[in-house]
């Protein structure tokens, strides 16, 4: 079982990051699907993909031909 030391962060959106007392950090997002990380950057890279999704360049810039030839 994991024991948790204390609440790191805990975000608008219901996400958190716990520290666990034998190290490492204990991250939820928003639907409680959790995972043990061992550093805090690991972790909060778990809830950036989690909250924002996987945006840029991938989701966010895709354009139809129609889009771009009437953008010049």
């Keep these: 079982m994991i024991k948790l030391g204390g ?7 219901g ?3 716990d520290s666990i007392r ?3 950090f204990w991250v939820c997002d928003r639907d409680r699907n959790c995972r043990e990380v061992r550093g805090l ?3 909060e890279e778990f809830l ?4 924002r999704g996987f945006d840029y ?13 009437s953008n010049q």
């Design 7 to 13: 609440r790191v962060v805990e975000t608008p959106m």
């Design 22 to 24: 034998d190290g490492g």
């Design 48 to 51: 950036r993909e989690r909250e």
């Design 57 to 69: 360049p991938y989701a966010s810039q895709f354009q139809t031909i129609k889009d771009v030839q």
């Design 41 to 43: 950057w690991e972790a």
């Design 15 to 17: 996400s958190t990051i």
